[in-house]
């Protein structure tokens, strides 16, 4: 799990929010000759035991939620503003569309003029 997390500690706390349930079916996919019995701790020791050597790829299969984590994790990295702030890519996207907005030209006003492009006109 070392693609995932920084170490094994990280790896067993995340592994120990996740229900029982999702902790059989994870080791069911790790080991189908696991014994799927027994406490949420034992299970949990079971799936690090049985993961620990694993190849990113099987990986991935196992734990499909942690590689769209580093892809998410990625993509936010990848959106730096000057300054090392993050622009999220939804404000971002959001920011693009009023663009144009902002720029439409104004509607009459209760003065008589209306700006159309860059000429001023009399209603």
Known sequence: MTSFFADL?????????KTEAELKSKLFRADPRARLTGP????VRRLVESTRHLGQERQETI????????DHLAR?????QPGGRVR???ARQS?????PAREQHHRPVAGGLRQVGSLAAIT
């Open 88 to 90: 999220p890519a939804q």
């Open 76 to 80: 936010i990295s990848t959106t730096r």
């Open 95 to 99: 920011a693009d569309r009023e663009a």
């Open 63 to 70: 734990f499909p939620e942690l590689r769209r984590r580093q």
């Open 9 to 17: 500690p990280a790896f067993t706390s995340w592994l120990e929010m």
């Open 40 to 43: 949420k701790p034992a299970l």
